[in-house]
């Protein structure tokens, strides 16, 4: 067994994305080591389902647990920062749902800890660690489309105003920025040669106080533009267009995109460019989170840090304020 494989990991949460993501290690031939919950009974349906041989009394012991090395944060947003502190501070490595803490504050607080205790701290992004990606920066990287100039952003979706949902709830740290726009900032940043250091904005608010509908543009030093247009309760297709001097890439589905076609600016030819599977979008994470332990890779975490700091300046702008912020 190779060192990779040993790698041990926990899962804190039993929602969506740790069953996505212990159905991603029975891909790579691998269970995982312990799951907690704040429900134990949860846990335990949990892991009967996945065959965890460990279920937490105490889901806290995940972060004294001489026997676990890799922790993967699957719980909302608000309570990252909880959570990081204690896995970080005892020698844990962590992959961390989207978005990783509420604010840049938060998440330099984090990167400290990480590096003081030697360990690797990553967003769980799909978007840095789908094959797809690798392949499209590597054609941008090439000349042979030109230079970027600009990014447009499309993600939007209709939720029913309930207010009591974490989409909504400032208590749960809802709004449109932190659930989807950290999609959109994360596909841009990738294509962008530096942070954008203008930002400009329009913004609707759902009767709660945090931002339902938002309309973004952001250029950088290098004068590359962004555009975002981002809502939960508006639907719009999620779709990405990098516009190049000599030709467009477009990507539908952009969060877990396994496909995109790259348009010829002279000719109007249409290349389709396929990479990976969508289906995988959590495996590969798992895969690249293990070789950046191996390897000490960062997981784009300066990416990240450049996102979190775009939309902690944003909210503030707007005066969109969580509980745990005051």
């Not at 990081?84 to 800890?113: F, M, P, W, Y």
């Not at 030697?118 to 499209?136: D, K, S, W």
């Amino acid at each position: 067994m190779s060192e990779l494989q040993k790698l041990r990991w926990a899962v804190l949460g039993t929602g969506v994305i740790a069953n996505q993501m212990a159905q991603a290690l029975q891909s790579m031939g691998r269970t995982l080591d312990a799951v907690g919950n704040r429900t134990y009974d949860k846990g335990v349906t949990f892991a009967e389902k996945y065959g965890v041989p460990k279920v937490y009394t105490d889901y806290n012991d995940m972060f004294t647990d001489p026997e676990i090395d890799v922790i993967y944060i699957t719980t909302p947003h608000n309570t990252h920062m909880v959570f990081l502190e204690k896995a970080l501070s005892h020698g844990k490595h962590v992959l961390c749902e989207k978005s990783i803490t509420l604010n840049s504050q938060e998440l330099d607080r984090a990167v400290s800890l990480a590096r003081e205790n030697g360990v690797v701290l990553a967003e769980a992004m799909t978007i840095y660690h789908m094959p797809l990606y690798r392949e499209l920066r590597e054609r941008v990287a090439s000349g042979a489309l030109g230079k970027v100039n600009l990014v447009q952003l499309n993600f939007g979706s209709y939720k029913v105003y309930d207010m009591s949902n974490r989409f909504f709830n400032p208590k749960l740290a809802g709004g449109a920025m932190l659930d989807i726009g950290v999609y959109a900032f994360s596909l841009a940043r990738l294509f962008l040669d530096s942070k954008p250091d203008q930002v400009s904005s329009f913004v609707r608010k759902a009767p709660t106080g945090v931002d339902e509908s938002a309309a973004i543009a952001m250029a950088n030093r290098e004068g590359q533009l962004v555009t975002a247009a981002l809502s939960l309760h508006s639907k719009q297709p999620k779709r990405a267009v990098i516009s190049c001097e000599k030709g467009y890439i477009e990507i539908m589905e952009y969060p877990r995109a396994d496909e995109a076609v790259i348009v010829d600016a002279e000719t109007g030819q249409r290349e389709t460019v396929k990479a990976g599977r969508t289906a995988d979008a959590l495996r590969y994470e798992l895969e690249d989170m293990e070789q950046a332990i191996r390897t000490g890779g960062n997981m784009l975490l300066p990416y990240t840090a450049d996102v979190m700091d775009l939309m902690t300046r944003l909210r503030s702008e707007w005066g969109v304020i969580y509980p745990e912020e005051m």
